[in-house]
């Protein structure tokens, strides 16, 4: 089965100009620089790094609210790059996005019935009645009630007004939903009942999901695969059980390492991840990694390792990765004992909604 999303040397470089008049090109901010993987359909993408190494530039690429400076998007077969106003119209349809930032997301002149309502409108689905009656469905979708639909977005919690924004991703019917990072800006118990709601409507509509997230216990939650991004560019991609238990890329392990470990005895015995993402006006020669990794060896400053398999369904941007002293289990594993805590909260979550 062919993948529903294929995403092949993706770019997007910002030119960095000086004069006032003449306006030369001295530079360019290699935002997403080369990008490169695959969604099946129904699956759970997570795309993972430190602020800054192009996550959310990387998601408006795949769907085109900016354009790319290189590289291919197909979605379902077709290259989205290539696409005219009227084909990403209708392709529009089906790839939806659901932002961070629940109070931004929602425009507060509309109640919450005409934002879910304004998607279906603009593709020309059904008439006044039925979308009506479509919002009022999408409400109870996302557990919100059907009067809601009269309100405005002041008058929700932040928690309420991210279901919002879900139901009017969903209002369309699309297969893909971009996820930016849906939960970061609300509280830890109003997140378990966010990732919950998500999983649900994931195994009811047959979703697929590109999420992207900084929180790891997270990502462990909802993802079946995680790509690891630095500074643009892939530094690994594996499964989520391969990569949390056999992390092989060094920035991984250092991720993992900075996740705080409840027993004292094992914190800090994975080296932890050291200085500041370099500048992408300034991208490193060779690995960009490089300056930060406690493994560097000459080879690392002259020549860009490329992202390859090293086992099945791991693939991994580092040329000594087989060579890299073994990492105890518990070292990287502490992760589950702080994550069993944060899902304990989701699980109850959802026994509660049951």
């Not at 369309?172 to 930016?180: I, K, Q, R, T, Y």
């Not at 047959?206 to 630095?230: C, E, N, P, Q």
């Not at 500074?231 to 949390?244: C, H, N, R, S, Y």
């Amino acid at each position: 089965m062919s993948a529903l999303l294929e995403v092949s040397g993706l770019a997007k470089h910002y030119p960095v100009k000086k004069g006032i008049i003449l306006q030369k090109q001295v530079g360019a901010v290699r935002a997403v620089d080369g990008v490169s993987f695959t969604l099946q359909r129904g699956e759970t993408l997570a795309l993972v790094g430190e602020s800054g190494c192009g996550k959310s530039t990387t998601a408006r690429l795949v769907l085109r609210l900016i354009e790319p400076s290189a590289g291919t998007v197909r979605f379902d077969g077709q290259d989205v790059t290539r696409l005219d106003d009227g084909g990403m119209r209708s392709l529009r349809r089906r790839m939806q996005i659901v932002f961070q930032d629940p109070y931004a997301s929602l425009n507060p002149r509309l109640t919450v019935g005409d934002a879910i309502a304004e998607p279906m409108a603009v593709h020309g689905i059904g008439n006044d009645a039925s979308r009506r009656a479509k919002v009022q469905e999408l409400l109870a979708l996302v557990g919100l009630r059907p009067f809601h639909a009269e309100r405005y977005p002041h008058e929700f919690s932040g928690g309420q007004r991210q279901r919002i924004g879900i139901a009017r991703a969903l209002a369309v019917e699309p297969d893909l939903v971009v996820c930016d990072e849906p939960v970061s800006a609300l509280d830890v118990s109003i997140q378990a009942q966010v990732v919950n709601l998500m999983k649900d409507l994931q195994a009811r509509l047959g979703l697929s999901y590109l999420f992207i997230a900084h929180d790891l216990a997270v990502v462990k939650h909802m993802a079946d695969r995680i790509a690891v991004m630095y500074l643009g560019a892939m530094m690994e991609v594996g499964t989520k059980a391969e990569l949390f238990a056999r992390p092989r890329h060094p920035y991984t392990r250092a991720l993992l390492s900075a996740i705080p470990h409840p027993d004292p005895s094992l914190r800090g015995s994975v080296t932890p991840l050291g200085g500041d993402v370099p500048s992408p006006l300034a991208v490193p020669p060779g690995c960009r990694f490089h300056t930060r990794c406690p493994f560097a060896q000459e080879r690392c400053r002259s020549e860009a390792p490329e992202l390859r398999e090293i086992a099945p369904g791991q693939q991994v941007a580092c040329h000594f990765s087989e060579s890299l002293p073994e990492v105890a289990s518990a070292q990287v594993g502490g992760l589950s004992a702080v994550a069993a805590r944060r899902l304990a909260l989701y699980d109850a979550a959802r026994r509660k909604a049951a």
